[in-house]
């Protein structure tokens, strides 16, 4: 699981399919496919049931954002609408909670 560590935090699927290939000795080509996969399978149900969950990992929710009035950063004195959206809402599992209960925080700027 030590080889898990090397995924940079700001990762593509290319450093995951490489993590992968090595850890379980496969070709990085069927890693990045497998990954791909499991991608569009997560978003196709995404889009279909309006959530996913991952056991021991957490639940995705599409949830609509309502429109609101905001202001505009260059010229804070102007309003702007913002119209409704579609956003996703993560919830983490009672698990990854605990799991990260010694997780190294990233302290803001």
Do not use: C
């Not at 898990?4 to 496919?33: C, E, G």
């Amino acid at each position: 699981m030590s080889s898990v560590n090397n995924i940079p935090s700001t990762s593509t699927r290319r450093d995951i399919s490489m993590v992968i290939s090595k850890t379980h000795h496969i070709p990085q080509s069927l890693a990045y496919q497998i990954i791909d996969t499991t991608f569009e399978a997560l978003l196709a149900n995404l889009v279909e049931n309006g959530h996913v969950e991952l056991r021991g990992f957490g639940v995705f929710e599409i949830v609509e954002r309502k429109g609101r009035k905001g202001r505009n950063p260059k010229k804070p004195e102007q309003e702007v609408w913002i119209p409704a959206r579609k956003s996703i809402k993560f919830k983490a599992s009672r698990l990854l909670r605990n799991d990260l209960q010694d997780a190294k925080v990233v302290s803001e700027k």
